[in-house]
């Protein structure tokens, strides 16, 4: 009899709870499953929406991600809301919760700040050879907290977004040519003009120099001996570095071939009879010092 007392009481307890949250679970339920299929139509569209608009292909899947992820929370409200839960109350410790969150995660925000303010204002894209924060490379990803770069010799740096935001940035991408600037030394007695034309020659042979705008040699140092000329031609951006070792090599080669040759080094020699320590003169022959400045 008690087993059979306490079954009924299962079962009608059981019917009870059925009958009072069956339909909120089944409607949650539902709406969770329903919401999540529109949310994914949703964000699939506003995506390729991004896309068409121009925006980067790395920065595309930032603003789907973070337009699909308040979407999911706005679902999660209305299926705790179903369930009878006050979300006036939920909301309260969601707040709380994140208060505490941000203020032990100070320097993650700063970093989420500084994304937001390069993803706003720009300074740079995915692809741009950038100079920041003591480190040059190619921006690879442009993530929430941290911007990606991959240097000369293949190393990947990861930048935090908020010192990099509010430092200074080197862009040599964003003009469509860039300089590339090569100091040479000659002798004093050399002829500048045949030198200028000897140099201009062999860069415009290399690969990847521009015809316009065109090269340029100017004088950039003069000294007893020596005449400093620095070599300026033009390229892509992204033939840099190609254009600078093949410069070096083809102008040095050129100089040669044509004899011009460097600044040679000078040395003043003062003669002066020796002495020992005491000041007194040595003994015997007129000993001398060589004095090399």
Known sequence: MEMTTWLNTAIEKGTEFAVSYGPKIIGAILTYWIGSIIIRKISGFARKRIENSGVDATLAPFFANMFQSILKVLLVLSVVGILGVETTSFAAILAAAGLAIGMALQGSLGNFAGGVLLLIFRPFSVGDVIKAQNFEGEV?????????LKTLDNRVIYIPNGPLAGGPIENYSREEWRRVDMDFKISGAQDIDQARSVMLTAMNNVQGV????????????????????????????????????????????????????????????????????????TKGNNNSATIVQ
Do not use: M
């Open 140 to 148: 690879q990803e442009i993530l929430l907290f941290v911007t990606i």
């Open 210 to 281: 521009a015809k316009t705008p065109e090269a340029t040699v100017a004088v950039t140092g003069l000294t007893e001996y020596a005449t400093q000329l620095q070599a300026r031609p033009y390229c892509k951006p992204a033939d840099y570095y190609n254009v600078w070792v093949a410069c070096q090599e083809a102008i040095k080669k050129s100089l040669a071939t044509h004899n011009i040759i460097g600044p040679t080094p000078s040395q003043n020699v003062i003669v002066s009879q020796a002495s020992d320590y005491l000041g007194h003169k």
